[in-house]
């Protein structure tokens, strides 16, 4: 389990990385899902398609 650092940081684990296809230098957007849910989403042409309708997020971060 991953935790949050006192800059507000957070490691994601290789194993969940690998499965994502996300490697280091990779950007991504990150976005609540729903109260208590956040999501990462690797930035590929395509891969997010019609899936930022519905989310907020901080586009200061992304």
Known sequence: MSKVSSKRQV???IDL????GI???DEVSVFV???GIISVVKK???SS??????????????
């Open 11 to 13: 490691t994601l684990p």
């Open 49 to 62: 398609k019609g899936f930022f309708k519905r989310r907020t997020g901080d586009e200061e971060h992304e």
């Open 33 to 35: 899902d729903r109260p």
């Open 17 to 20: 990385c690998l499965l994502a």
């Open 23 to 25: 490697e280091p230098g």
């Open 44 to 46: 590929t042409v395509g």
